[in-house]
């Protein structure tokens, strides 16, 4: 019977390096005092020998772990079904894993407060940085900041800590006209009707500013809530065609509540876009393959994941955070789900 093979351990290393495994150790651990020839041969032995150092041992000799934490601002089950949070974790994952750190997602339960992600990462000390969802808000970033942690936010922050955001105001802005040049003025927007959320502010703002280039002011009887999701598009949607004057455009504040507004339009019988023009934002994949294929803001959101993880791998590593906003362009993308009025 073949005997099993022992495992390698600093000692083999050690062994055939020519060294003390305590020069091993030092080697792994990234410590002073070890010469430059000694270094490059225990790194070949290592090689040869096909040795990987154990995380946790490296862990606790760095007082480091390795790992980021990634805080977002709903359940695990709604993360995953919305596809803007989807790819920017994609993003996440590829800063994190391309700068041999790894990634613990952080979320709360249904059941549990939002705040709760927060708590749980500050009692655990599990990870060495926090990327935040700007979605989560104000008070979880201050709480981890307040215990230590270097952060980067993902999104809007009105605090003293490292950002990286899309450019919601020049994307809404762009986006607005885009409708005014078709000649629609009964224009209803969908946001959130949370006051803190500054993505939602910007947003707001681009619109407003592209009015009032052209003379206009936003109808208030034409904006309705959202909360990011189909259900509450297709809620929005449905009171907004209740209306006696219904718009002729609706832009809703994300590619989800857009999908919602289609469905009640299909199901209403009102042709996308010969009687009402629909455009979204953050351009997500499934935009371009629905009927008719969505018009949308692109905002970049694997990129802005990406960004901001190699940001905040950069403060764990020494290097100076950006002094403002790292701000990623918008880009609007026109499909066929806006056209021209017809009167």
């Known amino acids: 019977m073949k005997q099993p093979e022992s495992p390698i351990t600093m000692r083999t290393v050690a062994k055939q390096a020519g060294v003390s495994y305590q020069t091993v150790s030092r080697v792994i651990n990234e410590a002073s005092g ?42 695990v089950d709604l993360t995953f079904a919305d596809a803007h949070l989807l790819q920017m974790v994609g993003g996440v994952d590829r800063g994190v894993s391309d700068n041999d750190y790894s990634t613990l997602l952080a979320s709360p339960k249904e059941s549990e407060p939002v705040l709760s992600a927060f708590r749980r990462l500050v009692r655990q000390r599990t990870v060495d940085g926090v990327l935040i969802e700007a979605g989560m808000g104000e008070e979880g970033v201050a709480l981890l900041v307040d215990a230590g942690y270097p952060v980067t936010v993902i999104g809007h922050t009105s605090l003293d800590v490292p950002s990286v955001r899309p450019d919601d105001e020049s994307g809404a802005y762009v986006a607005m006209q885009h409708l005014l040049a078709l000649g629609h003025r009964r224009i209803a927007l969908i946001g959130s009707e949370n006051p803190g959320n500054l993505a ?33 598009g297709r809620a929005a949607t449905e009171r907004l065609l209740d209306l006696p004057a219904p718009p002729t455009a ?94």
Not at 42 to 63: C, D, I, K
Not at 203 to 232: H, P, Q, Y
Not at 315 to 322: A, E, F, H, S
């Open 250 to 343: 609706v832009f809703a504040f994300n590619d989800s509540m857009a999908i919602g507004t289609l469905q009640v339009a299909r199901e209403r019988g009102i042709e996308v876009p010969r009687q009402l023009s629909v455009l979204g934002f953050d351009d997500t994949p499934s935009a371009a393959l629905l009927t008719p294929a969505l018009t949308s803001v692109r905002v970049f959101s694997a990129e802005q994941g990406e960004r901001a993880a190699r940001t905040l791998i950069g403060i764990l590593r020494g290097m100076t955070p950006p002094s403002s906003p790292v701000i990623l362009p918008s880009q609007l993308v026109v499909r066929s789900s806006t056209a021209p009025l017809t009167r």
């Open 200 to 232: 939602v502010a910007a947003r707001r703002s681009g619109c407003d500013r592209a009015l009032a280039d052209a003379g206009l002011a936003l109808d208030m009887s034409l904006v309705e809530r959202g909360e990011w999701t189909i259900a509450s």
């Open 34 to 75: 070890v010469a430059p020839e000694t270094r490059s041969r225990v790194l070949t032995a290592m090689r040869e020998l096909g040795y990987r150092p154990s995380l946790a041992a490296r862990s606790l000799a760095r007082n480091r772990t390795e790992i980021v934490g990634l805080v977002l601002p709903s359940s």
